[in-house]
């Protein structure tokens, strides 16, 4: 977060087709525009000075993008997207083996981010930085492979194959389920984003930790349901789709609510 700012126009255009990010271009873009659906008229305009005209899709991926970096600028961030843990038999034993975690993760940094948003010392280029990197981050909290277990690096060491292709339980995940229903990311949030107001407040009651418990719960599922090895097809999308579907609605829901909360 340091004097880096004059690198990221460029590097927000660096392809990333030959990577596997969560959710995706498409699903990040999903959760981003839902969230600025939601978003208070002073959160919008916080959020308008800090980042200009764009809206919140245009920046949701950078967080990936900086992956190509070669300088070693973005390299302490790479363990900001996940928090790995071993399955816990209830959110308590969960809450506590989350806590207990050293160095930086998923966890860790939405909490440290969300502080330098709100530190009036922050400079005006970190806080949008910060601000860049936790709008992509509650994305990758709703991806449930995302809170994964360490053993397999969140699924990227279950092989699989989708559609007779050879990929991993991760990949599946990040993008290929999302993509596979070919609506641009406008479309999708928009058919997604029919909750009534109370049901909104429902979706964003609870803690960061509560949300992680959430996602993680979901992973335990499709561990169970996703064996090393397994051929997946128009049966595991008719099995998942409607969860895949929940927790894009879910991650736009929530992280509209966090930057209410900031702003």
Known sequence: MKSIYSKMLLLLFISSSVYSFAWGLTGHRIIAEIAENHLSGKAKREIKKMMGQERLAYWANWPDFVKS?????????????????????????????????????????????????????????????????????????????????????GGN???????????????????????????????????????SQDEVKQIQSGTLENWLYDSHQIANKIYAQTPDGSKLGYDYQYKFNDTMERQLLYGGLRLAKVLNDLF
């Open 69 to 153: 970096d070669t300088t070693g600028v973005w390299k302490e961030t790479s363990t900001w997207h996940y928090v790995n843990i071993d399955p816990q038999t209830d959110f308590t034993a969960f809450e506590r083996n989350l806590k207990a975690q050293s160095g930086a993760s998923l966890y860790s940094q939405i909490k440290t981010l969300s502080a330098q948003i709100k530190d009036e010392k922050t400079s005006e280029k970190d806080r949008k930085i910060a601000l860049i990197f936790l709008i992509h981050m509650m994305g990758d909290l709703s991806q449930p492979m995302h809170t994964g277990r360490s053993e397999d690096l």
């Open 157 to 195: 060491k279950i092989n699989v194959t989708y559609f007779g292709d050879k990929t991993n339980l991760h990949s599946v995940w990040d993008g290929k389920l999302v993509d596979s229903q070919k609506y641009s990311y406008t479309e999708y949030a928009k058919l997604l984003d029919i909750k």
